[in-house]
């Protein structure tokens, strides 16, 4: 089983400002990396595939990036809306695993 | 537009059998993609649950297999999970969601079903 690990587990950022996630594989994954939004009672929401394609409906500011066993999810300039928690996911290998996630808060 | 609705039990007895069935609107389950089931306990992370193909080949968490059963109803339009032998570390908010083949990233979600066990 490849072991996912995000860090760090809390980030404080202002609204504006720049976020950086990270999320590391315990062997390569290649470039089959998900990101997940999820918002407090609600399911997760997919943001980025293959490691730095936006899903439908992703703005912008969101990008990914890394293959491998690294990856970065980047949110250029953060908005209300995005104070969330993160997850990123790997498809490359049966059983699929998840990070165990960022939580992104307000500073 | 694609919709996935969970439905069943709430609360489930320590030691039964959690049931619960996923229905898909705006898309033929047997037009392809994966369909599957993950998991959130109450607090906690996602863990990938199993997977199956309209065809009805199945992937499953192998720390959950020997209890998981991912069935397929093409006729519905439904898929259904069901988990034996329950404990309270079951509890969990379960979704259903659909994958793309060959690169089984979740992209439709459904809102989520919290079952409790407990007697």
């Known amino acids: 089983e490849i072991v996912m690990t995000q860090s760090p587990a809390t980030l404080s950022v202002s609204p504006g400002q720049r976020a950086t996630l990270s999320c590391r594989a315990s062997?390569?994954?290649?470039?089959?990396l998900a990101w997940y939004q999820q918002k407090p009672g609600q399911a997760p929401r997919l943001l980025i595939y293959?490691?730095?394609a936006r899903a439908t409906g992703i703005p912008a500011r969101f990008s990914g990036s890394g293959s491998g066993t690294e990856f970065t999810l980047t949110i250029s300039s953060l908005q209300s809306e995005d104070f969330a928690v993160y997850y990123c996911?790997?498809?490359?290998?049966?059983?699929?695993?998840f990070g165990g996630g960022t939580k992104v808060e307000i500073k | 537009q694609v919709q996935l609705q969970e439905s069943g039990p709430g609360l489930v007895k320590p030691s039964e059998t959690l049931s619960l069935t996923c229905t898909v609107s705006?898309?033929?389950?047997?037009?392809?993609?994966?369909w599957g089931w993950i998991r959130q306990p109450p607090g906690k992370g996602l863990e990938w649950i199993g997977t199956?193909?309209?065809?009805?080949?199945?992937y499953y968490n192998p720390s959950l297999k020997s209890r998981v059963t991912i069935s397929v109803d093409t006729s519905k339009n439904q898929f259904s999970l069901k988990l034996s032998s329950v404990t309270a570390a079951d509890t969990a908010v379960y979704y259903c969601?659909?994958?793309?083949?060959?690169?089984?990233?979740?992209?439709?979600w459904g809102q989520g079903s919290l079952v409790t066990v407990s007697s």
């Open positions: 293959g490691a730095s």
């Open positions: 969601a659909r994958a793309t083949v060959g690169a089984p990233y979740s992209d439709y």
């Open positions: 062997q390569s994954v290649s470039s089959n």
């Open positions: 199956i193909y309209h065809s009805g080949s199945t």
């Open positions: 996911q790997q498809y490359n290998n049966w059983p699929l695993t």
């Open positions: 705006g898309y033929s389950i047997s037009s392809g993609y994966y």
